[in-house]
């Protein structure tokens, strides 16, 4: 019996529960974040109309970020996530570094993702303490994650419906307003508005840089098709469909937004802290739909918090597994579902409710935890191509073989890496921003202390040896397939 098997057979496994509907609707909810909703009044405030070409430049540097990830998780089915890959294409230290870092970016977002639930829950029951809806949201995504994964797709996919409806009745009714010469206080409804206040960079350069700040942070979760590797049912299959369709998504719900939101009303009347979708249903004189709307972005951000939750509980079961984490996280209940690495995500979810409290801003709160988001996500983000340039490297025959190559290859993710050392230097132009920037490097320091303790105990040698030996076993078989299939073909 082989040593994988063995193991296989010893260790209990997350469950391929996630179908092709599920891992479709999850991507798109990853995709629409709650910084569509709630910060696309400041970055429209900030960087005007130019804000458009803001979103198509992130949305197309992802697109390759999410493809260099496609074909590495492709290219061993072994591997759960991307600190896998990262641990076993750059050393141990990537993984861990991944692996924790990712955690603690939808540590940071879901408790963003609490913070705007309290602000929207405020707003439609004025005088609601901000702890009852901060303290509900933990406890229902709780329920909702702790049954099994299935049921995590489930609720994933219905909260991204709702986006997607609420999106699109968006886009119908300005439409419907553009068209039929709409008017309010601030003039007429037209896609001239587009141009006719300034141009599309009334802000001149500083104000398109001012606008990747916040809007970085609406793209944070369009990663999570990787996290779902493990649970997906015929990954090769689905993961290639969902990371394909990333470009359609972001033209229709983000530009598609943007152009009627700022068709209808000038860019000049949007502002820091409110929804432009709340405001312009309301400017159509549909009260309700505009409460409808606020109950649109509560589910969004509830869609939010429940992926993050759902990434930091595996993410810690993955690194438990491999001797990254206290044993204690690397168990499964009856259901499959890593429970105690679940709690430990709901606990730390409630700081956001003490962050509330401490602050009393919930604007300013949310912005200085987008920022740590953001930073750490691209660091993420970075790990993913550096690995791919390591896969090009070490395993360039896996690479020959893939059926699902990233575009622009090497050149490409150099282009990538170039856009986001100009994203972390927009960063720096703004005080609230670089407060967050500044601060973010601690968060590196505690791993690099963690790390320096943990990388020689016995254990944690043992666990990444196995992990190792696991991987080797499954390239052999994928060797073995590709040379069967070369000397068919030669036949």
């Known amino acids: 019996m082989s040593t994988k098997t063995s193991i296989s057979q010893q260790t209990p496994h997350l469950e391929r529960q996630l179908s092709n509907r599920h891992i479709q609707l999850i991507a798109i909810g990853g995709a629409i974040g709650t910084g569509l909703f709630m910060g696309s009044g400041k970055t429209i405030s900030a960087a005007g109309p130019s804000v458009i070409f803001v979103y198509m430049i992130i949305g197309f540097m992802l697109f390759f970020v999410m493809r260099a990830m496609g074909e590495l998780l492709l290219s061993n089915l072994n591997y759960k996530s991307f600190s896998d890959f990262a641990a076993d294409l750059l050393g141990p230290w990537a993984g861990f570094f991944t692996g924790w870092t990712y955690w603690f970016c939808w540590v940071i977002t879901g408790i963003a993702d609490v913070i705007a639930i309290a602000g929207y829950s405020k707003e439609l029951w004025p005088g ?7 303290l509900a949201t933990v406890a229902i995504l709780l329920l909702l994650n702790l049954t099994t994964v299935k049921a995590f797709g489930e609720t994933e996919f219905w909260f991204a419906l709702i986006k997607i409806i609420a999106i699109a009745a968006l886009i119908v009714v300005g439409l419907f307003m553009i068209f039929t010469g709409f008017q309010s206080d601030a003039g007429p409804a037209t896609f001239t508005n587009l141009w006719s206040h300034g141009g599309f960079f009334p802000n001149e350069f500083m104000g398109f840089v001012a606008g990747f700040q916040i809007a970085v942070f609406a793209f944070v979760g369009i990663e999570l098709v990787g996290t779902t590797a493990a649970e997906a049912k015929d990954p090769e299959k689905n993961l290639p469909k969902a990371i394909n369709s990333i470009p359609i998504r972001v033209l229709l719900f983000y530009v598609g937004a943007l152009i009627i939101l700022m068709s209808v009303t000038p860019w000049t009347q949007f502002q820091a802290g409110h929804s432009p979708f709340i405001a312009m249903f309301s400017l159509a004189g549909l009260g309700a739909a505009a409460t409808v709307v606020n109950l649109v972005v509560l589910s969004s951000a509830m869609s939010s918090a429940n992926s993050g939750i759902y990434s930091t509980s595996r993410m810690v079961y993955g690194l438990a597994q491999e001797g990254d984490a206290p044993s204690v996280f690397g168990g499964l209940s009856s259901r499959k579902v890593p429970q105690n690495a ?16 401490a602050g009393q801003d919930i604007g300013k709160a949310f912005d200085m935890v987008t920022t740590v988001s953001a930073v750490c996500f691209v660091f993420v983000w970075s790990i993913i191509l550096a690995s791919y340039l390591a896969f090009r490297r070490r395993r360039p025959q ?80 994928e060797a073995s397939a590709i040379g069967r299939d070369l000397d068919g073909a030669k036949k």
């Open 128 to 134: 609601l303490p901000l702890w009852i809806p901060g």
């Open 398 to 477: 896996l690479h020959k073989a893939s059926k699902y190559r990233m575009p622009g290859g090497v050149p490409m993710v150099w282009v990538v890496f170039a856009f986001f050392a100009f994203v972390l230097w927009a960063l720096t132009t703004q005080p609230d921003t670089l407060l967050a920037l500044l601060a973010t490097p601690v968060w590196f320091l505690l791993l690099g202390a963690a790390w320096l303790v943990l990388r020689r105990r016995p254990a944690h040698l043992a666990r990444y040896a196995t992990f190792q030996t696991e991987l080797a076993q499954d390239m052999d078989t």
């Open 342 to 357: 679940l709690f430990l995500s709901c606990v730390l979810l409630l700081s956001g409710v003490v962050l509330m409290y």
